[in-house]
Structure formats: structure tokens, C-alpha cells
């Protein structure tokens, strides 16, 4: 299973990855947990140390690994080999495999080709080549995503809190994975305090693209300011992650019959 988890900046995209990596990974052998967000919070989310997390460059910034599979002339290779890229350089927690992506090279005096093409190939080793669970913190964005490897995702998530900007930000988001062929879009309702925000959130799309909705809790927001690795997630957190997991899982067969 392959997904995607995209949204506003500061919806919670990441405590809803983090959860679904580690109830993921309870019943799957392998789980990659790929932090393609510049704000890269996902490594301590999952439970990964302060010391182990500093020690990790992100993928796109391995020059000499990435000058050894695209070479360094005019002409580099559109699929190098970089299956080996995703076990030497992911951090290991139990089953867990945390992988930092980095950010897409952005043009100006330099060309970044071949920094963005190695990504590119990475992701398709991860999305197309691998049957691993695979669970991405995307960001607001999915410029990690071409035609290519979106074919590989199952679901893109997008996580709203009840608000218009969140709301519109889904929405985009929703579009420009349609663009790229990904079929299935669905949404996660965070921080609901109320009937009046959870009939928000229910107004703006479809009933059956929305998965789930998860309370407000002070407890996750407390969470969210400590340093070091999350808490274990608890609560009704875990119960609503839970069901969204299930449903996660019942969509997937459902398009795979």
C-alpha cells in the first residue's frame, strides 16, 4: 500500500502520518516513513532520536551518491539503480524505514536536473519497485510526484482542519493529483471541536471521500511542542486512526478487485 498524505501547513498532516506508520507497522513487516516535507518533522514523530535525526541528510544533498549514479558530464542516466539508496541510507526503527527526501531543486543559476532526477528515480524505486507499506508526508505540495510515479499511489490523504484556506488548499491539492492520474483522493477532518466545524468540513466534499474526523486534542497540541520523539499516540487519536486505517485498507482492495 502506497500513500500519499498531503495538506495545509499545520493541519496535522504529520501526526496522521506518524500514527498510520506506526499502526502500519504492527501489522506489516516493512514501512517506509518518507518525510518529503521542507519542514521535516516526520523522523521525530515516528520516535526517532534528536542525535540520530541530526546525522541524517536528506537524499536530494548526497552529492557524492548521487555523482556516482548520475555521473557528473552533460549526459546522466534517466533510471539509474538506486534500490540499495533506500536501505543504506534510511534510518531503521524496528520496521520502520525513515527516509528524508529534501526538497525539489528549484531552477535559477544553477540546473538541479540531475539532483531532481535521482529524487525522481527514488521514488519510483519506492512507489512502482517496492511492496512495502509506503506512508509520505508531502507537504502542501506534491512536487515530488511526476506522471511517473504517481501511478504507484494508492490514495493521496489530504488532512483539512475546519477553515476556508484549509479547505481551498485540499481542494488544489485534490486537483493536481487528479492531473496526475491518482484516482483516489480522499480526506481526514483534524482538530474538530464541534458539529458545526465537522458539518463544515462534511459540506465541502463528496461523503464517501471523507474517511474520518479526528477531535481536538490538547494533549497532541501539548505534544507537538516538546522536543525529541512524540508520544505514543493514544486516545482518541489512535481510536479514530484506527478506523481510518481500516477504511484505508477496504479502499485499496476495493480498487484493486
Given at each position: 500500500?502506497?500513500?500519499?498524505?498531503?495538506?495545509?501547513g499545520?493541519v496535522?498532516k504529520?501526526?496522521?502520518?506518524?500514527?498510520?506508520?506506526?499502526?502500519f507497522?504492527?501489522?506489516?513487516?516493512?514501512?517506509?516513513?518518507?518525510?518529503?516535507?521542507?519542514?521535516?518533522?516526520?523522523?521525530?514523530a515516528?520516535?526517532?532520536?534528536?542525535?540520530?535525526?541530526e546525522?541524517?541528510?536528506p537524499?536530494?544533498?548526497?552529492?557524492e551518491?548521487?555523482?556516482?549514479?548520475m555521473?557528473?558530464?552533460?549526459?546522466?542516466?534517466?533510471?539509474?539503480k538506486?534500490?540499495?539508496?533506500?536501505?543504506?541510507?534510511?534510518?531503521?526503527?524496528g520496521?520502520i524505514?525513515?527516509?528524508?527526501m529534501?526538497?525539489?531543486?528549484q531552477?535559477?543559476?544553477?540546473?538541479y536536473?540531475?539532483e531532481n532526477?535521482?529524487l525522481s528515480?527514488?521514488?519510483?524505486?519506492l512507489?512502482?519497485?517496492?511492496?512495502?507499506?509506503?506512508?509520505?508526508?508531502?507537504?502542501?505540495?506534491?512536487?515530488?510526484l511526476?506522471?511517473?510515479?504517481?501511478?504507484?499511489v494508492d490514495?493521496?490523504?489530504?488532512?483539512i482542519?475546519?477553515?476556508?484556506n484549509?479547505?481551498?488548499?485540499a481542494?488544489t491539492?485534490k486537483?493536481?493529483a487528479?492531473?496526475?492520474?491518482?484516482e483516489?483522493?480522499?480526506?481526514i477532518?483534524?482538530?474538530i471541536?464541534n458539529?458545526?466545524?465537522?458539518?463544515?468540513?462534511?459540506?465541502?466534499?463528496?461523503?464517501?471521500?471523507?474517511?474520518?474526523f479526528?477531535?481536538f486534542?490538547?494533549?497532541v497540541?501539548?505534544?507537538s511542542?516538546?522536543k525529541?520523539p512524540a508520544?505514543?499516540p493514544g486516545?482518541?487519536?489512535?481510536?479514530?486512526?484506527k478506523?481510518?486505517?481500516?477504511k484505508?485498507?477496504?479502499?485499496?482492495?476495493?480498487?484493486?478487485?
Amino acid at each position: 500500500m502506497k500513500i500519499a498524505i498531503s495538506g495545509k501547513g499545520g493541519v496535522g498532516k504529520t501526526t496522521v502520518a506518524s500514527t498510520l506508520v506506526r499502526l502500519f507497522a504492527e501489522t506489516h513487516n516493512t514501512v517506509f516513513a518518507v518525510d518529503a516535507d521542507p519542514d521535516a518533522c516526520l523522523a521525530a514523530a515516528v520516535g526517532i532520536d534528536d542525535e540520530q535525526i541530526e546525522s541524517v541528510k536528506p537524499l536530494v544533498e548526497l552529492k557524492e551518491v548521487i555523482d556516482e549514479r548520475m555521473g557528473t558530464g552533460a549526459l546522466y542516466p534517466i533510471n539509474p539503480k538506486v534500490d540499495d539508496v533506500l536501505d543504506d541510507y534510511s534510518i531503521p526503527l524496528g520496521n520502520i524505514r525513515f527516509l528524508r527526501m529534501g526538497a525539489i531543486k528549484q531552477g535559477g543559476s544553477a540546473c538541479y536536473c540531475r539532483e531532481n532526477n535521482f529524487l525522481s528515480a527514488v521514488m519510483s524505486a519506492l512507489l512502482l519497485d517496492k511492496d512495502d507499506v509506503v506512508v509520505m508526508d508531502m507537504g502542501a505540495g506534491i512536487e515530488h510526484l511526476t506522471r511517473g510515479t504517481a501511478r504507484g499511489v494508492d490514495v493521496m490523504l489530504v488532512v483539512i482542519e475546519p477553515s476556508k484556506n484549509s479547505v481551498n488548499t485540499a481542494k488544489t491539492v485534490k486537483q493536481l493529483a487528479k492531473d496526475l492520474g491518482i484516482e483516489k483522493v480522499r480526506f481526514i477532518g483534524n482538530k474538530i471541536r464541534n458539529q458545526k466545524e465537522k458539518e463544515f468540513v462534511l459540506n465541502q466534499f463528496e461523503a464517501d471521500e471523507i474517511l474520518g474526523f479526528i477531535p481536538f486534542d490538547d494533549d497532541v497540541w501539548e505534544s507537538s511542542m516538546d522536543k525529541g520523539p512524540a508520544a505514543e499516540p493514544g486516545g482518541e487519536l489512535l481510536r479514530n486512526m484506527k478506523k481510518i486505517k481500516e477504511k484505508l485498507l477496504q479502499e485499496v482492495a476495493k480498487g484493486r478487485d
